[in-house]
């Protein structure tokens, strides 16, 4: 039962996330016997001794400081005087007859040491628990035949979760030489749903040790994000902008008196805007951006594009002779901008705690820009030759910013399912232009189209929301009443 449970989250989880999932790592999710992928931990491929600085340490192995015993070497003053020097020991899994089995990978050796049915094998090809950025935030939490498995534990293998237990380091040695910890795995008989269990572990003497209780390596995820002090690199912002003709509407007076004339253009305008995803943080949290001065600038869930299709309108008055008429067209700047910034990501926890690391990424934001009326000369409406320019035609106008329509956070997120994974390649950087979300954004402009449900009407600046389908009717009879009272006023 837990099996196939575990079959099929798996399942379900290489479905939905993009690219190779060879380097996943599975976490324990809160819901059941879920394991959901760590946006934060993966496995690396790694071989002979080797791993990165980024690579999790298990445990560490406390030896005699070589040089302390003799006087003559010429290493530095500090290492010479530390009597007992400690080794860090990394968690690492290899592949024993098709199935993935974590270990460890002790200093010195040159292959990761897992253990099986009562043996001991090396493997020089290996994959090394990797912490990318340091965005995980990890602890060893005590587990035992009755505590059940901690959420968050992170797996190894299939029924395999990394775990360790003390080291039994000679009580009577006053330097406590030896591996402090075993590192080894919490194995679950399929039967209990993680009710049973035990851990295993590599003795010092390299045998299989087993316990009922020890420690299992643990993620703990932030439930939300903070972005703050953003410094936006100007030097490489990158900028398109086309000017779009929005709307154009002819102004009459047909009044046998000066009148002032207004009107309501109507346009569409989208917005979109995308922070990007970046490495290591976990697509769809709820995310605070606060500006510089620490006031809030927008509320988002990370690594979706927001994006919307925005009706607006732009009123517009101009002071218009008797029988007069003025062209007027309203012309923006079809923006879209790319912004390099970096920024203080800050992971907030369950319990308060906080973790803060500098990210970079783009801003890419597409917006409707630098509104303005364009005018056309005077012209008498009788016979359009132009209004001499002693006539003087004075206007005002006054943005109105109206209607959200079609709001997206994109990719549902189910609940007990990330697609959160970051991009697997080896030093990719954060560049939206090849991560998901960016497609995410392409893909939506393209569905979008006429897709104008009524959305959330968050939209910025004085905006109401308005149902579309009575929009450009009550836009209709809002200009038509103001018309006729200003005819009938003067
Ligand atoms: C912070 O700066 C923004 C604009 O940059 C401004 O609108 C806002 O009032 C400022 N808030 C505080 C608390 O100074
Ligand atoms: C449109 O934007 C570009 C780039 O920001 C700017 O150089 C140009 O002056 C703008 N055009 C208008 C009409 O505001
Ligand atoms: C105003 O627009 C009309 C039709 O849209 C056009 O025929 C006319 O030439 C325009 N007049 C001016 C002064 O631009
Ligand atoms: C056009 O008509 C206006 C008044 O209707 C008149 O003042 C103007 O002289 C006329 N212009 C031409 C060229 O006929
Ligand atoms: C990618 O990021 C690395 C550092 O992580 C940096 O050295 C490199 O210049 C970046 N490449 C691009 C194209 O931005
Ligand atoms: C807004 O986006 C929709 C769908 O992506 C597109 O069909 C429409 O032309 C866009 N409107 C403007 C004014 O760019």
């Given at each position: 039962m837990w099996n196939r449970l575990l079959a099929v989250g798996i399942l379900v989880l290489i479905g939905g996330s993009?690219?190779?999932?060879?380097d996943a790592v599975y976490i324990r999710s809160k819901y059941g016997n879920q394991l959901v992928t760590s946006s934060t931990l993966r496995w690396v491929s790694e071989q002979k001794g080797e791993h990165r600085d980024t690579a999790v340490e298990g445990s560490v192995e406390r030896v005699l400081n070589e040089y302390g015993k003799n006087p003559e070497d010429t290493v530095d003053a500090d290492e010479k005087q530390e009597p007992v020097i400690e080794r860090k020991v990394y968690v690492c899994r290899a592949r024993h007859n098709g199935i993935w089995v974590p270990g460890q990978l002790r200093f010195g050796k040159q292959a990761c040491q897992i253990s099986l049915h009562g043996q001991v094998h090396s493997y020089e090809k290996y994959e090394i628990l990797e912490n990318i950025e340091a965005g995980a935030r990890l602890s060893w939490v005590r587990w035992d035949r009755f505590t059940g498995i901690p959420i968050g534990s992170v797996a190894g293998g299939a029924e395999l979760y990394i775990a360790r237990r003390k080291g039994l380091l000679d009580p009577l040695d006053e330097k406590k030489l030896g591996f402090v910890h075993l590192l080894g795995k919490l194995e679950v008989p399929k039967a209990f749903g993680g009710a049973a269990g035990r851990i295993l572990v590599i003795s010092p003497e390299e045998q299989e040790k087993e316990f009922e209780d020890g420690e299992v390596l643990v993620e703990t995820e932030p439930i939300r994000y903070e972005l703050t002090m953003i410094k936006y690199n100007l030097d490489k912002v990158m900028v398109k902008a086309k000017e779009k003709e929005l709307a154009t509407t002819t102004l009459r007076n047909e009044n046998p008196y000066p009148a002032k004339i207004d009107t309501m253009l109507e346009y569409e305008a989208n917005y979109s805007l995308y922070w990007g995803q970046g490495r290591a943080i976990l697509k769809g949290l709820p995310t605070i951006i606060r500006r510089t001065n620490g006031s809030l600038m927008e509320e988002i869930k990370w690594g979706l594009p927001e994006f919307e299709e925005r009706k607006d309108v732009y009123k517009l008055e101009v002071h218009l002779e008797a029988g007069t008429a003025v062209n007027v067209t309203l012309i923006a700047n079809d923006t879209e901008s790319e912004t390099p910034y970096t920024a203080k990501l800050v992971a907030v926890y369950d319990d308060g705690g906080h973790r803060a690391r500098t990210i970079t990424g783009i801003r890419r934001e597409m917006a409707m820009k630098d509104l303005k009326p364009i005018f056309s000369p005077a012209y008498f409406i009788g016979n359009m030759s132009l209004v001499p320019t002693t006539t003087t035609t004075t206007t005002t106008t006054t943005t109105t910013t109206t209607t959200t329509t079609a709001r997206s956070t994109t990719t549902e997120q189910q609940a007990d399912k990330k697609?959160?994974?970051?991009?697997?390649?080896?030093?990719?950087?954060?560049?939206?232009?090849?991560?998901e979300g960016a497609e995410e954004l392409k893909r939506q402009e393209n569905v979008?189209?006429?897709?104008?449900?009524?959305?959330?009407?968050?939209?910025?600046?004085?905006s109401a929301t308005i149902n579309v389908p009575s929009f450009t009717f009550i836009i209709a009879i809002f200009s038509a009443a103001i018309i006729s009272l200003r005819i009938i006023k003067n």
């Open positions: 993009e690219g190779s999932s060879e697609g959160g994974r970051t991009e697997g390649a080896k030093g990719e950087n954060s560049s939206m232009m090849n991560d979008l189209t006429g897709g104008a449900a009524g959305g959330t009407g968050a939209g910025k600046g004085n």
